[in-house]
């Protein structure tokens, strides 16, 4: 029988599959330590397959910096870790599709690979800046934990390596794209071919992220870099400029599956519409001459032609009648000749929507200009959205409104340092299609991104999904956090969920999944018995009778097995009772699950029955392996189909 692996997948080993798929000639076969046999990559092979010419020298177009092989090494490294469930912490844990994740990102990451894997639509970060006065997460488990206190670091409440990156620190810049690095690796993963990532940054780093993320996911899939204004009245903290303003990236996983809806219209955006056509429709006028780029006769000579209006009625035609005799061409008000946005084909299919009006034009009396009318409405009715600019100035995305939702929601508005507007991930959501997808936050602070969702959610009836993920970063004792009672920043974010979820449900009475399931990272629910005869000792010597640590409970493996076999986290599941046994039906059947021991045969044949496709027991619970082999045939009798595990 198949043994559950308990651990993160072997990315590294994923990876060379995937290249033996494209470039079987590249693979290589080497022995490990133990001397078998291993697959390997011919990197010198691969180069020049990517090439068209021969490769001698080493040199090649790339962004690098000290650490970044072993920042890969990293990313791709398994752990044996785990997820561990968090009722008491938790909101609607039966009825939530939202997960609240506790721990470093970069484990996390690891451990949502497989059930996690090409399943979010969108990824909004806003990582540490890399200010000067950054706590970085390191990922150097090499390290004890006095060296590190040496260099000025701190340590939250598990002993993890958070450190002050100064930019007196010799690998300022390395430091932390080693930290970002293998993270947004590992988020690419979780994309789905239509997705998104957006990531908040500054001046600091603007141009490393920049080079990462083309790294990452590649320079033909940067959709854009919106510049926003956070901060009209100006940050002094620089010496030369004052700031007002930070960015923005968008990258797509996979440009040519990336659609975009655009946003609903502002008011002001509605209020352009003010002509009225016969029907009752709403219109404004737009110039038919093309503005910008390419405007010049020249430049596309087909499209340069005269239009004749009506002067009675405005309408338009393309030949010159007793009606039709006021000639227009497209001209700049300079004089210069220009050209219309239309050719003629298109004015022939769409002349109902042209109107030519009189102007004002310096030495040209009696001048006219064609315009097109652009309805306010969509065929079907639908008010017609908007594209996002890449200048954002409205007031909302001002930071003193994320301080002051903090303060509706606490009280005071120095629960915690940088919060963003939930105003901006809002419109990051709106704009993308489907209004019932997964939105990730790995860097999630005060949990801005779950209450955006929610507040979107209210507003247009969606069902979108949060997992937000944070580091138990413990709040400075001297901070309005700590004197509040909270004591890591993981309190504070899930805090906000309940009071945000609250508020949003007393003002709209939108009836929205304002729940979330808590999980914490943990060592594996599994021991390590691969002990040498020499290291056993009384202690370790009872812990190998037991592969599973005897503090975990059945809903820890529960979980830890669907982390493993790639499932999601936030489905439903029934526990209930066959005889003396706990049998957990996750997902109607997607998976079935009991870790008691000795499980009497009409239990298994009652399981077996109910057609699981995957069922999962411990593997001490067989008394030897008669026992075992008897559950294979009795699955194999009446759920052939389903796959059996064992922990
Ligand atoms: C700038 S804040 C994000 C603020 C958030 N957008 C908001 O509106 O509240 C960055 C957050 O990332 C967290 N963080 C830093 N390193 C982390 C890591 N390795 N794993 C998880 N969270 C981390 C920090 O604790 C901090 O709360």
Not at 441 to 460: I, K, P, R
Not at 527 to 544: H, K
Not at 580 to 599: K, P, R, S, W
Not at 619 to 630: L, T, V
Request: glycine residues 6%.
């Amino acid at each position: 029988m198949t043994k559950l692996k308990m651990q993160t997948p072997d990315l590294t080993a994923k990876n060379i599959e995937k290249i033996a798929e494209f470039f079987p000639n590249c693979i290589t076969e080497t022995v490990d330590e133990n001397g078998q046999p291993k697959r390997a990559v011919n990197f010198p092979m691969l180069k020049q397959m990517l090439s068209g010419e021969v490769l001698d020298g080493d040199e090649a177009y790339e962004f690098t910096w000290v650490g970044k092989k072993a920042s890969i090494v990293e990313a791709n490294r398994p752990i044996r870790k785990t997820l561990r469930p968090c009722i008491e912490e938790s909101r609607n844990w039966d009825s939530t599709e939202n997960l609240y994740i506790e721990g470093d990102n970069l484990e996390v990451l690891k451990l949502l690979q497989e059930s996690y894997l090409g399943k979010v639509k969108m990824i909004y970060i806003d990582p540490p800046y890399n200010t000067g006065n950054d706590f970085i997460y390191r990922d150097d488990f090499k390290q004890s934990a006095a060296e590190y206190d040496e260099e000025s670091g701190v340590f939250d409440e598990e002993e993890n390596r958070l450190f002050k990156n100064t930019d007196s620190n010799g690998r300022f810049h390395s430091d932390w794209c080693s930290m970002i690095y293998p993270r947004l690796m590992l988020a690419r993963n979780l994309l789905s071919d239509d997705g998104v990532i957006f990531i908040s940054i500054d001046d600091n780093e603007v141009a490393q992220m920049r080079k990462i993320c083309d790294d990452v996911f590649g320079e033909s899939n940067f959709v854009g870099l919106m510049t926003i204004l956070s901060n009209p009245r100006g940050s002094q903290n620089s010496k030369n400029l004052s700031y007002v303003h930070e960015y923005l990236f968008m990258y797509a996983k996979q440009i040519t599956e990336l659609e975009i809806k655009g946003i609903n219209k502002s008011e002001e955006n509605i209020s352009e519409f003010s002509e009225v056509d016969g029907n009752g429709k709403k219109y404004r006028l737009l110039g038919l001459r093309k503005r910008g780029g390419a405007w010049r006769k020249e430049d596309r000579p087909m499209m340069f032609y005269p239009i004749f209006v009506n002067p009675e009625t405005g309408e338009v035609s393309l030949k010159k009648s007793d009606s039709y005799y006021i000639e227009v061409i497209p001209k700049r008000p300079t004089g210069e000749l220009s050209r219309w946005s239309w050719g003629k084909d298109k004015f022939l299919a769409e002349t109902s929507l042209l109107i030519g009006k009189p102007i004002n034009r310096k030495n040209e009396p009696n001048a006219y200009d064609i315009f097109r009318k652009d309805y306010l409405e969509s065929e079907s009715g639908e008010i017609k959205t908007a594209k996002v600019k890449t200048i954002w100035v409205e007031k909302e995305t001002n930071y003193q409104n994320a301080k002051n939702e903090i303060k509706a929601l606490f009280g005071n508005s120095e629960m915690f340092d940088f919060p963003k507007p939930t105003y901006i991930v809002s419109k990051l959501a709106e704009m993308l299609f489907d209004d019932d997808d997964i939105i990730l936050d790995f860097f999630s602070g005060s949990a801005t991104t779950a209450h955006a969702v929610m507040q979107l959610n209210a507003e247009d009836g969606g069902n979108r999904k949060f997992i937000m993920v944070q580091l138990p970063e413990p709040c400075d004792e001297k901070s309005e956090a700590y004197k509040a009672g909270y004591k890591n920043i993981c309190e504070i974010g899930k805090e906000r969920i309940r009071r945000a979820g609250n508020k949003i449900k007393t003002e709209t009475g939108a009836d929205i999944d304002y729940g979330f399931r808590v999980f914490k990272v943990d060592e594996s629910n599994m021991n390590d018995i691969y002990y040498s005869v020499a290291e056993l000792n009384q202690t370790t010597l009872a812990s190998t009778l037991d592969n599973i640590k005897a503090d975990r409970s059945a809903l820890d493996l529960l979980f830890g097995c669907l982390l493993d076999w790639g499932l999601p986290l936030s489905m439903p599941y029934k526990s209930e009772q066959l005889g003396d046994c706990t049998v957990h039906t996750y997902n109607e059947g997607d998976l079935v699950a009991c870790f008691d021991m000795n499980i009497p045969e009409e239990v298994l044949v009652e399981i077996a029955k109910r057609q699981p496709l995957r069922a999962v027991f411990r593997d001490s619970c067989f008394a030897d392996s008669p026992a075992k082999i008897n559950v294979f045939e009795i699955f194999k009798l009446y759920a052939p189909d389903c796959t059996v595990k064992v922990l």
